[in-house]
């Protein structure tokens, strides 16, 4: 599980310090999906990545199945994110020189040792959709297929928790349902944590806990799914 | 929650991810290879034929002496000596062969009067070791030169009326003339001599006997040494043991002009090679920074998906020592091949062989080089990736105190440690490959110090220049032109290249224009030692009422300079050095017989020809001083101070040497080791010698009228050998030249490439702009206000250090040093246009992607 206490960040913009979170306390339960939203600036990505180990606390701490992130040496942390926690970006991130199959076996063979990597992601493309996309480069994928090898990505090592930053910001509808559809079976299937960032009121709708942000503070927290439309 | 500790990333599976990478975006390491590539063809290439060139300059310089190393006796050499040299041959396959020369008289068959010659034995089997006899009629010396025949001198034809074919009487035996001596490869180090030459084999002398024991007769043991025989002056040691009393020179000492020529060639020759190999270093340091900066945000995201900083390491050091490898393999390709292909075009130009081998040394010279400093270079970057935030993939923002300025140095010092180490290790690993390739370590040594020295004032003048910019723009922001702004505001934005762009650029420019200034002042020295109006005639035996006749004889012949230059030369003996005479004496490689046949000649100021090393020269014609020639003073342990007696007949002249001095060997003061001043030796009998120059044509028509008037002075004809000397020297001129554009337009390409290497991090920039609806023009005059002030920033501070370097260098090379104002405002310019034309010659195809295309690759 996750656990996040007296959470703040500041950045340096220029002679400027702009505070983004200013002190979140939030506790996620294993194989909970929850959604993050929030107007633009509100600071969701920024805690979402926090959550991730991307980057470290100013004040406060990340408790990832009770070990403290936040205060974690950069290698350790690259272990953390190997092995425990899959990310899915709103703009994909996929590694432009490397294929399909090569994007969704490189954290495979960053961080697991032995076994069939190749075995196993070349299935979960086959999962997403993209059988016959394995030796395709990024760019020559639509953003739905690159979005689905990210996904592909995410799951991989099977981590315990999976975080999505507006994974269907940059999609259309239809391909935006398709991926999230995806993410979702998936993490029902592996009893994955979720944690999705949107600002897409249906979505959020579709997971177990809502929380809002407003000036990088939690204003509201919803429980319960709010219908049964897509799963 | 548990991480169990995983083990680094295996090195095959660190290879096979970057082996993936290298394989997907194949023309941007192409960029990274060639630049590699073209660093390393260029030190092969430089390498290679300052190689090859050497070894031809060498063989030149050495058949002036005939051979390597040669040793004046007086007498024979002792069975124990000979068995010694025996046994240096065989360990050391050090061949000789020994040249006698002595005075004989020689008369024509059925014509009584005689005429002294000077004879030179030979053994026409081995000599000369280097260099040719030419004869006329053509032939070989081995052929021609027989035991019933000689080759003489068009001299005794002169004055003997005698023709090819006739017989000449040596000794009682009869000689046919086969054939004139054209060309005595070396006339300038054998003896003076009396008389014209005549050359003849062992056996006809034998037949004479000429050559009883006790003659006067000088013996010249030659020496050839090969490749088993280590160094010249490791045989000339083992030489100087085994002949004590034999008076050793090599081959570097038969010429001054060329001994300097060969100095300058070596030690502008080894800059060369310098800055061949710190340009190619540039280039692949810069391509490779580059390289990796573009992957950062490559980096970043393998981060977030759990690559520890140690991962990226291995995979990227793997992928760039890759990379490295086939630059450098086909940078070999390229050198080896332009050193193959260039001495077909310009064979004739270019004293110059293809290599028939390959040039081991400089191969694995320029791989390791090149290696060396691709892995060097990738310090910097690579060590920054721990830096990397994998946070950059969800928002670029610029964080810590960089941006503000208000950082502390020593903050800043403390966090960039471990690029500061990196930067010591890559200066110190440079010298370290500047000492190892350079041939002179003076030039070496300078070398690496202005290095550090630029490299320092650049970098500290980069940021005091941007940090002043930066407040001036701050100032003037909204009185400026949009593009002029934004230009400059391009050079101090986060994440700029403009301190490693300076740095590149400004290291190039200091390195081209020193070859530069080198070349043209070394070029311009050489070639006013080497002065077509060289005596290349000297006159032997004038008494002192001959004098002024054979002056204005000698002056009056078409086309003779009006220059004479005349010794008047006393016959004496040392008696007693330092008060111990001479009979104790304890010297070094000099024979003892020598000392009691002395010239003395007389200079009441500093002669032509002569430059003092030690001491002072006189100013009154009656004081007490002698100056003595560097080689006689070493070998008899003279300095300044030391007592010196001297008879000539009933005269004792006691005197102290108050001068040391080194002579030119075309100047007739080369043929005196010791002078005094006029007044001891005033009333003394003397002769005197002469030399001048005369257009080679008019040598033959002057010595006989010469000898029509005046029988008994001696011709020695040395023009063939200027001629040679002179040779050798263009052809330093001509190389160091080629080696120095070549050197510089490379150089050239190189920098060009470094600054191109900017252009992947302006991609973004271009579409943003086109975005906001700039046009390429104004794109481009962006780009423009930012190279031309980095190229006058990195072209003024070049210019500076490339005149100090060059001053130092040729004060240690003992060649005037004269600014260039013209040449140095011209390069400051120059930077500025190779920088901008490079700068849009490298955007070019930014400027006409398309913004979509680079958005999508987001």
Same mark, same amino acid.
């Given at each position: ?231 | ?361 400089? =191969?694995? &010279? *320029?791989? $390791? /080089? @090149? ?7 990738? +310090?910097?970057?690579?060590?920054? !990736? ?114 490693? =762009?300076? &740095? *590149?650029? $400004? /290291? @190039? ?7 530069? +200034?080198?070349?043209?002042?070394? !070029? ?335």
């Amino acid at each position: 599980m996750i656990e996040v206490r007296g959470l703040k960040k500041s950045i340096r913009n220029g002679n400027r310090t702009v505070e983004i979170l200013k002190g979140i306390d939030l506790s996620v339960p294993q194989g909970q999906f929850l959604a993050i939203m929030g107007a633009s600036g509100s600071g969701k990505s920024t805690l979402l990545g926090l959550l991730a180990g991307l980057d470290a606390p100013t004040e406060g701490a990340v408790l990832v199945d009770g070990t403290d992130i936040s205060q974690l040496p950069e290698d350790k942390l690259a272990q953390v994110r190997g092995k425990k926690i899959g990310f899915v970006f709103q703009s994909y991130q996929l590694i432009p020189t490397l294929t399909a199959l090569e994007n969704v076996l490189l954290p495979y063979e960053l961080n697991a040792e032995g076994g069939d990597g190749k075995r196993r992601a070349t299935a979960l493309l086959e999962t997403v959709g993209l059988a016959d996309r394995l030796h395709h480069y990024p760019v020559q994928l639509s953003g739905g297929e690159q979005q689905r090898v990210a996904l592909a990505r995410a799951f991989v090592v099977e981590p315990p928790i999976v975080l999505a930053d507006e994974p269907t910001g940059n999609l259309d509808s239809s391909n935006g349902q398709h991926v999230l559809d995806l993410l979702t079976k998936r993490q029902r299937e592996a009893n994955t944590t979720l944690v999705l960032v949107t600002h897409d009121r249906q979505i959020a709708d579709r997971a177990d806990r809502r929380i809002f942000l407003r000036d990088g503070r939690i204003v509201s927290d919803e429980s319960g799914k709010q219908d049964g439309n897509g799963d | 929650m548990e991480i169990d500790q995983k083990p680094a990333l295996g090195w095959d599976t660190a290879a096979k991810i970057a082996w993936r990478e290298l394989r997907a975006s194949r023309t941007k390491f192409l960029f990274v290879i060639l630049s590699v590539a073209i660093g390393v063809a260029s030190l092969t290439g430089v390498r290679g034929f300052s190689e090859s060139f050497q070894k031809t300059l060498l063989d030149q310089a050495r058949s002036i002496m005939s051979a390597d190393l040669s040793a004046r006796m007086f007498r024979l050499i002792t069975p124990q000596e000979n068995a010694k040299l025996d046994a240096l041959a065989a360990a050391k396959g050090v061949e000789r062969t020994s040249v006698t020369e002595t005075v004989s008289m020689a008369s024509l068959q059925g014509d009584p009067v005689p005429l002294l010659v000077s004879l030179k034995v030979v053994d026409p089997a081995k000599y000369p070791f280097y260099g040719t006899v030419i004869l006329n009629p053509a032939g070989d010396l081995r052929t021609t030169l027989t035991d019933s025949s000689v080759v003489v001198d068009d001299n005794l034809l002169v004055r003997l009326r005698a023709k090819v074919g006739d017989t000449l009487k040596i000794g009682g035996q009869y000689f046919r003339i086969a054939a004139v001596i054209e060309k005595e490869p070396d006339r300038l180090t054998a003896g003076v001599g009396l008389g014209p030459r005549v050359m003849m084999t062992r056996t006809a002398v034998d037949r004479t006997g000429l050559l009883q024991a006790g003659s006067r007769a000088t013996e010249r043991y030659l020496f050839k040494l090969s490749p088993q025989s280590g160094k010249v002056g490791d045989a000339r040691g083992d030489l100087e043991k085994i002949l004590p009393d034999g008076q050793i020179t090599d081959f570097r000492e038969t010429s001054p002009a060329l001994s300097e020529g060969l100095d300058h060639a070596t030690g502008l020759l080894s800059l060369i090679c310098l800055v061949a190999m710190v340009l190619g270093a540039i280039g692949v340091g810069m391509a490779m920074r580059a390289h990796l900066q573009q992957r950062i945000d490559i980096l970043a995201i393998m981060k977030s998906i759990g690559a520890r900083s140690s991962d990226i390491l291995r995979i990227y050091l793997l992928q760039t020592l890759l990379l490295g490898t086939i630059g450098a393999l086909l940078g070999i390709a390229l050198g080896l091949g332009v050193e193959w292909a260039l001495p077909f075009f310009f064979g004739k130009l270019l004293p110059i062989q293809p290599p028939l081998r390959l040039p081991v040394r400089s =191969v694995s &010279a *320029a791989f $390791g /080089t @090149g290696i060396l400093t691709t892995i060097l270079f990738c +310090l910097p970057p690579l060590l920054d !990736v721990r830096k990397i935030r994998p946070s950059i993939v969800l928002r670029k923002t610029v964080e810590g105190g960089d941006a503000d300025g208000k950082m502390s140095v020593w903050k800043r010092i403390r966090e960039n440690q471990a690029q500061w180490i990196s930067a010591v290790v890559i200066v110190l690993a440079l010298g370290g490959i500047a000492a190892a390739l350079a041939d002179s370590m003076v030039v070496g040594k300078w070398f690496a110090a202005a290095l550090c020295g630029l490299l320092v004032v650049i970098l500290g003048l980069a940021a005091v220049t941007l940090r002043t910019l930066r407040a001036f723009l701050n100032k003037t922001r909204l009185h400026l032109h949009s593009a002029l702004r934004h230009g400059l505001a391009n050079l101090y934005r986060p994440g700029n290249q403009s301190a490693a =762009v300076l &740095a *590149a650029l $400004g /290291t @190039g420019v200091m390195l081209i224009l020193s070859v530069f +200034l080198m070349q043209h002042a070394i !070029v311009n020295r050489m070639n006013s030692d080497a002065t077509t109006s060289a005596a290349n005639i000297f006159l032997v035996d004038i008494s002192q009422d001959e004098v002024q006749g054979v002056k204005d004889l000698v002056l009056h012949q078409p086309g003779v300079q009006n220059k004479f230059e005349a010794i008047p030369i006393v016959s004496a003996r040392i008696t007693a050095v330092d008060g111990v005479p001479t009979d104790q004496l304890k010297v070094k490689n000099y024979p003892k017989r020598l000392l009691s046949s002395i010239s003395l000649t007389w200079a009441d100021a500093v002669p032509e020809g002569v430059k003092v090393t030690q001491g002072k020269w006189w100013t009154k014609s009656d004081a007490d001083g002698l100056a003595v020639v560097d080689h006689a003073a070493r070998r008899l342990n003279l300095h300044p101070g030391s007592a010196v007696d001297f008879a000539s007949g009933e005269t004792i002249i006691h005197t102290h040497v108050v001068a040391i001095y080194k002579a030119e060997g075309e100047h007739v003061f080369a043929r005196s080791e010791f002078v005094l001043p006029s007044g001891p030796l005033k009333g003394l009998p003397n002769v005197w010698y002469a030399a001048v120059h005369v257009p080679s044509k008019q040598i033959a028509s002057m010595e006989r009228a010469l000898f029509a008037a005046y029988p008994t002075v001696t011709v020695i004809n040395i023009a063939d050998i200027l001629d040679t000397v002179q040779g050798v020297v263009h052809q330093i001129t001509l190389v160091i030249r080629f080696l120095a554009g070549f050197s510089i337009l490379s150089g050239a390409i190189i920098l060009a490439s470094s600054v191109a290497s900017t252009r992947f991090r302006r991609i973004r920039e271009v579409v943003v702009l086109k975005t906001l609806g700039a046009t390429r023009n104004r794109i481009a005059t962006v780009f423009s206000v930012e190279f031309v002030v980095l190229g006058l920033l990195a072209g003024f501070v070049g210019v500076i250090f490339a005149n100090l370097l060059t001053r130092v260098l040729l004060h240690k090379m003992e060649v005037p040093y004269h600014p260039e104002f013209a040449v140095s405002g011209i390069s400051v310019i120059a930077t500025a246009v190779l920088a901008v034309i490079t700068g849009w010659f490298a955007s070019f195809r930014i400027l006409g992607q398309k913004p979509l295309e680079v958005l999508r690759e987001e």
